[in-house]
């Protein structure tokens, strides 16, 4: 049988360990929040890469009609120099400055087909992150609401533990309560059983003296600690 002060500060450690627990899961949420409001912004951020690049290949596509645009103008003219000339050399110098741009136009229309390949494939990206996007957002909504009511019933719930904390103290006498919780703030669990003489939290082999006043259930006897690592130690019977 344990001792009443044993008792009692394994009905307090309980009730911290619950409050511990409670308030990490409490952390946790608003950095979940974090997290899926940055999937949100990346899913975004994707959406507006894509149609960056759809306006660029869209502004190319324009340059270069207007390019081939002036250049056919620029050919339609030395054709109709071409018919005024009466020279045989004008004439075939004309015949090749209009062949020169022939094969200009050529090659910018091949370039032209080029981007509105280019243009297609940008589009189906737009449309994709996009599809993503929307299909995500109800997901992401919900998640961060549902996030938000577990914040509030987590905080009510930690309210309880820690009346149920303050609660198991008040069982605890003073010196006890000061062992524990100098121990409580840096190692969790501060009270462990001895088995096999062994401590229960760091596993090490504890004294004689420590295992034999482990073994004390009278109250008001004094708090047995293990040799190594200080936690208060207890005999499991
Ligand atoms: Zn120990």
Same mark, same amino acid.
């Given at each position: 049988?344990?001792? %009443?002060?044993?008792?009692?500060?394994?009905?307090?450690?309980? #009730? !911290?360990?619950k409050?511990?627990?409670?308030?990490?899961?409490?952390?946790?949420? %608003?950095?979940?929040?974090?997290?899926?409001?940055?999937? $949100? /912004?990346?899913?975004?951020t994707a @959406? !507006?890469?894509?149609?960056?690049?759809?306006?660029?290949?869209?502004? =190319?596509? *324009?340059?270069? +009609?207007?390019? @081939?645009?002036?250049?056919?103008?620029?050919?339609?003219?030395?054709?109709? !120099?071409?018919?005024?000339?009466? *020279?045989?050399?004008?004439?075939?110098?004309?015949? #090749? +400055? @209009?062949?020169?741009?022939?094969? =200009? @136009?050529?090659?910018?229309?091949?370039?032209?087909? +080029?981007?509105?390949y280019s243009?297609?494939?940008? =589009? *189906?990206?737009?449309?994709?992150?996009?599809?993503?996007? =929307?299909?995500? $957002?109800?997901?992401h +909504?919900?998640? $961060?609401? /549902?996030?938000?009511?577990?914040?509030?019933?987590?905080?009510?719930?930690?309210?309880?533990?820690?009346?149920?904390?303050?609660?198991?103290?008040?069982?605890?006498?003073? %010196?006890?309560?000061?062992?524990? !919780?100098?121990? /409580?703030?840096?190692?969790?669990?501060?009270?462990? %059983?001895? #088995?096999?003489?062994?401590?229960?939290?760091?596993?090490?082999?504890?004294?004689?003296?420590?295992?034999?006043?482990?073994?004390?259930?009278?109250?008001?006897?004094?708090?047995?600690?293990?040799?190594?690592?200080?936690?208060?130690?207890?005999?499991?019977?």
């Amino acid at each position: 049988m344990l001792s %009443p002060v044993l008792e009692a500060l394994l009905i307090l450690q309980d #009730r !911290d360990t619950k409050r511990l627990g409670l308030e990490a899961q409490l952390k946790a949420v %608003p950095e979940e929040i974090e997290r899926i409001r940055q999937t $949100i /912004a990346s899913e975004q951020t994707a @959406i !507006d890469a894509a149609r960056a690049e759809l306006h660029e290949f869209e502004s =190319k596509k *324009k340059l270069l +009609e207007t390019e @081939i645009g002036m250049v056919e103008s620029k050919l339609a003219k030395y054709r109709t !120099d071409q018919l005024a000339v009466r *020279k045989n050399d004008e004439y075939q110098a004309l015949g #090749r +400055e @209009i062949e020169m741009m022939q094969g =200009k @136009i050529g090659e910018m229309e091949g370039g032209e087909l +080029e981007i509105m390949y280019s243009i297609d494939a940008a =589009k *189906k990206k737009v449309a994709a992150a996009t599809a993503t996007a =929307k299909a995500n $957002i109800a997901g992401h +909504e919900s998640r $961060i609401q /549902a996030l938000g009511e577990r914040e509030v019933g987590l905080k009510e719930e930690l309210k309880g533990a820690e009346q149920q904390v303050e609660a198991a103290r008040t069982a605890v006498a003073a %010196p006890g309560l000061r062992i524990y !919780d100098r121990l /409580a703030v840096r190692t969790m669990p501060a009270v462990v %059983p001895i #088995r096999g003489g062994k401590c229960g939290g760091c596993h090490l082999k504890v004294s004689s003296d420590a295992d034999s006043a482990s073994r004390s259930n009278k109250a008001g006897a004094e708090l047995a600690v293990c040799d190594q690592c200080g936690r208060i130690v207890y005999w499991e019977s």
